[in-house]
């Protein structure tokens, strides 16, 4: 049984900087996309960022280029997330997730497209 879990989010001012983990039990990352998304109250879960393991290709949404970086350690079975440069507006639930197939630049952020979901880790960026 596949489960992830994300650790490392908190409260930071803007302009800080958070590094969110998911550690993965029951599962493998090769040749499969894994990403990180995030979602507000109300809003639709949007995709922040894909790797895909196979290849190390990364994809970043647009909203987050130059800021965050994705990131894998094969060692620990983790998928990083760097955030710098924090916006009030990343403010967010953010959640990894786990597909089964590679990623592609124009599918990477959907979520229906990943079948395994962590609980979710809270960011909140202060003005």
């Known amino acids: 049984q596949v489960q992830l879990v994300e650790s490392g989010g908190g409260s930071v001012q803007a302009g800080g900087s958070l590094r969110l983990s998911c550690t993965a039990s029951?599962?493998?990352?090769?040749?499969?996309?894994m990403g990180w998304f995030r979602q507000v109250p109300g809003k639709e879960r949007e995709g922040v960022a894909a790797l895909y393991s196979g290849s190390g290709t990364t994809y970043y949404a647009d909203f987050v280029k130059g800021r965050f970086t994705i990131s894998q350690d094969n060692a620990k079975s983790t998928l990083d997330l760097q955030m710098n440069s924090l916006k009030p507006e990343d403010t967010a639930m953010y959640y990894c997730a786990a597909g089964n197939t590679f990623c592609t630049t124009r599918y990477w952020a959907r979520p229906d497209l990943y079948n395994d979901w962590g609980q979710g880790t809270q960011v909140t960026v202060s003005s």
């Open positions: 029951g599962y493998t990352y090769r040749n499969h996309c």
